[in-house]
């Protein structure tokens, strides 16, 4: 910005771009960052900013004022540079981004796949209960149509075994008939006498068995009818009975596949939370290690510890929030 405000006879050899703002576009920088002075205010600071008195500032003079750092102790420190030790700080880190992001990966699928998991038990048990409860009603209803079923056949039988024996009387009756017509028509005293027992057998009323027999054979009909709707209602309730058994034990089946698997769901769901835990463990290894070379600080100075410090930052930032992860950071 002030190399752009610098009019073009001004932009000569002697001014290089970049490398240092003068009082006025330092103001404007402090200001940019959110540290707004006064101009007595910046005075005072630029006093102690400018550190080779020059009247600009470079960006070095403005580190060592932002984060309170002499000259002496900035040009005595040492840094890391690209040795093996600081490599191997920089292959710790990237073992840590590879393992999170994996991990993380693994670890919001389980979560995803355990509570679709969950939620399938839920609902088949949910599936098995009522099932179960038809099945239950079924059997009831199957146990009471064969109860009526059973009820039916035996007054059936009792009805048509009225039948069978009114009809044992009517043919009873004829048969005494016939052979008295027949002693009658073989004359003498035995014909007479069978001739007076025919007209006296003939003389008794053979109407009310007949309206019996009549009434006893419609009520066998009726009540056959009977029998046979029960037994069809009692077939129908033992096949009801039937299904509902299978799709309880169906749905049986179906609960425990789905408790399997949310077992399962929840077993990698573990298994991913422990792998961020591995993670968080290998964070803490190569943050105790990268501190470790920095006590020592050898190896050249080219900012390497500031940057490895930037990165250890960025990982924890990022670091897995899901499942027990979230409580350990």
């Known amino acids: 910005m002030q190399w752009n405000a610098l009019p073009k006879d001004k932009k000569g050899d002697a001014y290089v771009q970049a490398s240092s703002l003068d009082e006025f576009w330092s103001h404007k920088f402090l200001e940019s960052i959110g540290k707004t002075l006064t101009a007595i205010e910046f005075r005072q600071e630029f006093r102690s900013i400018d550190i080779n008195t020059d009247k600009r500032m470079g960006l070095i003079e403005y580190c060592i004022w932002e984060y309170k750092v002499d000259v002496k102790t900035m040009l005595q420190r040492p840094q890391g540079g690209g040795g093996g030790e600081v490599q191997k700080a920089q292959e710790l880190l990237d073992q840590v981004a590879s393992a999170f992001t994996a991990a993380q990966d693994a670890l919001d699928q389980a979560t995803k796949t355990a509570a679709e998991a969950e939620r399938s038990k839920v609902a088949a048990i949910e599936s098995e209960k009522k099932a179960k409860e038809a099945a239950e009603s079924a059997a009831k209803t199957a146990e009471a149509s064969a109860q009526k079923a059973a009820e039916a056949a035996a007054a059936a039988a009792e009805q048509q075994a009225a039948v069978d024996d009114l009809k044992a009387q009517e043919d009873a009756h004829a048969a005494k008939t016939k052979e008295l017509e027949a002693k009658a028509e073989a004359g003498g005293v035995s014909g007479m006498k069978a ?135």
């Not at 009726?222 to 096949?239: F, I, N, R, V």
């Not at 769901?265 to 591995?278: M, T």
């Open 195 to 329: 001739k007076n027992e025919l007209a006296q057998h003939l003389a008794e009323d053979p109407l009310p068995l007949r309206k019996a027999k009549i009434t006893a054979t419609a009520a066998a009909k009726k009540t056959e009818k009977a029998k046979q709707s029960a037994e069809a209602a009692a077939q129908a309730a033992a096949e009801a009975k039937a299904k509902a058994d299978a799709a309880a034990a169906s749905a049986e089946n179906d609960r425990l596949s789905a408790e399997k698997a949310a077992a399962a769901a929840k077993s990698d769901q573990e298994a991913a939370e422990a792998a961020v835990q591995e993670g968080q463990k290998k964070l803490a290894e190569a943050e105790a290690f990268l501190e470790e070379q920095k006590a020592k600080g050898t190896g050249q100075t080219h900012g390497t510890f500031w940057w490895l410090d930037r990165e250890l930052k960025e990982r924890k930032d990022h670091m897995p929030k899901t499942g027990s992860a979230k409580l350990l950071f």
